[in-house]
């Protein structure tokens, strides 16, 4: 009963949202989309099928797929951050009702469960048992239980990401969890003769085929262990924000006085960095997207894992684009907390907006010059970066500062579980998906038409032009903005 009345709020709170038709028009999209992953998907589960039947003979080929469910699992992970949030909900009006604490964060995790993302790679994982387990003697009540199997494992991948991402928003260094937990199991598996995480998640792929309850029972106890942690540090984060516990400790505070020869965008430079580096969500985001970059651009220029072309382009977007993937999407949403006190001056929203174009731009260094080890090492071309660099600060940030004008909703600066909910729209993920998936469709379109050396210079030459002129388009998110002022002013008002 009281996860049904959790969900109809959720649904009546969707539908009164100041962005509700935008978010519809958005979810139309990211299902067309949606659509388009999954048609890849099957095309690669029914490829591998007769790959691998071909390239190993003496073995199955569900052996050699369930021997990367670890990769599987990794690739995952990575891929949640930037496209999953945390589960969030307006938890502190309900500890205000006899309600247990435990059941409102329990509705959170199987909300959690039940998303979406969880089922994914069961386009891939279902085509290739079709093709694989059909033959063999399991049938179709074989693929019924890898189908099963496979979801198991990705809640628990759900689980521990989840784990990882709400203890890395309250404390950056807890990144050192899943990269320690990676590295020990590839050193177990590379330095030693019998690959024993390979192994053993091929016998674990081989006992979900088979139906093994032993293999079950392992995985929902993995599960059922997750969801308790997962609880247990939610509950302590909850009340962490609740108490309002303040800190008393002097801190040293830049004025960032430099900034003030240039004049009113230099004020609104200094307020974009105080809001960055001040306020809980922005500073938590500002350190997730730079680990990521880091780990990235490392792996990128000393390992060979990701050598391919497909994934040298994808990492080098990437990490020129996450910061506005993450950041910009929600342009003056932050601001919507004190966007009364910027209208009382004149052409202050357009100074603000500069500023923060200026200091994005700007931003795009960070990412050219950890990249540059993957330069020198001849896995990137400096005309592929500057390429990104200048498609990013021109094209995608155009795209990006449109959001300027339908933003409607305030995003709390300082609150999480506890606040309401504050992951981006729809509309918002669509915008965010196409910022990172034009770029890379419009990259290999060109570069099937005219080679790679011209598709770069085409992007090259596209993003220097939009890029320069800047202040021209600027000019028109201002003045749309301001027609729609009172509107978006009055969406803030009611999501503060």
Request: aromatic letters at 18%; glycine letters at 6%.
């Amino acid at each position: 009963m009281l996860f049904n009345e959790l969900r109809k709020q959720g649904k009546l709170a969707a539908k009164r949202h100041p962005m509700y038709e935008k978010n519809k028009f958005g979810k139309f999209f990211m299902y067309l989309m949606s659509a388009f992953w999954i048609g890849y998907l099957i095309f690669f589960g029914v490829s591998f099928a007769f790959m691998f039947r071909e390239s190993a003979p003496n073995m199955e080929p569900y052996h050699l797929m369930n021997k990367g469910l670890l990769f599987v699992l990794v690739f995952d992970f990575m891929l949640r951050f930037p496209f999953q949030k945390t589960p969030t909900q307006e938890v502190k009006p309900y500890l205000l009702l006899p309600v247990k604490r435990n059941r409102i964060l329990d509705f959170l995790l199987l909300r959690s469960g039940l998303h979406t993302f969880n089922i994914i790679w069961l386009f891939l994982f279902l085509p290739f048992a079709i093709f694989t387990t059909i033959p063999t003697f399991y049938g179709i009540w074989g693929i019924i239980t890898y189908g099963l199997g496979i979801y198991l494992l990705m809640l628990f991948n759900n689980y521990w990401f989840l784990l990882c991402r709400t203890l890395m928003s309250e404390r950056i260094w807890w990144i050192l969890l899943p990269i320690l937990v990676y590295g020990i199991l590839a050193i177990l598996e590379f330095t030693l003769e019998d690959h024993p995480i390979s192994t053993f998640t091929m016998n674990l792929g081989e006992g979900f085929i088979e139906g093994n309850m032993l293999a079950f029972i392992g995985i929902i106890l993995a599960v059922t262990c997750m969801w308790l942690i997962n609880r247990l540090v939610m509950t302590k984060v909850v009340y962490t924000e609740i108490s309002k516990v303040e800190d008393t400790k002097v801190k040293n505070i830049s004025d960032y006085k430099f900034l003030e020869k240039y004049g009113e965008v230099g004020e609104y430079f200094r307020l974009e960095l105080k809001m960055l580096l001040r306020n809980k969500r922005t500073k938590s985001s500002l350190r997730s997207i730079g680990v990521i970059v880091i780990l990235f651009s490392v792996a990128l220029s000393f390992f060979d894992v990701y050598d391919g072309t497909f994934m040298k382009n994808f990492i080098a977007i990437y990490n020129f684009a996450v910061f506005g993937m993450v950041i910009l999407v929600q342009i003056m949403s932050y601001e919507g907390n004190y966007l009364d006190g910027l209208m009382s001056r004149k052409e202050s929203i357009f100074s603000l907006l500069k500023a923060k174009y200026y200091f994005y731009t700007l931003s795009i260094l960070v990412p050219f010059i950890l990249l540059i080890p993957a330069i020198v090492m001849g896995k990137l071309t400096l005309l592929s970066c500057l390429s990104y660099a200048f498609f990013t600060s021109g094209v995608i940030y155009f795209i990006l500062f449109q959001l300027a004008v339908y933003n409607n909703k305030t995003v709390p600066l300082n609150e999480g579980l506890s606040g309401r909910q504050s992951s981006g729209t729809g509309f918002q993920s669509l915008v965010s998906f196409g910022c990172f998936g034009v770029p890379l469709i419009l990259l290999f379109s060109l570069k099937s038409l005219f080679g790679e050396t011209i598709a770069l210079w085409i992007l090259l030459i596209v993003g220097i032009v939009f890029t320069f002129t800047s202040q021209l388009w600027i000019k028109n998110v201002y003045k749309r903005f301001m027609k729609r002022r009172y509107k978006n002013m009055e969406g803030f008002r009611d999501t503060k």
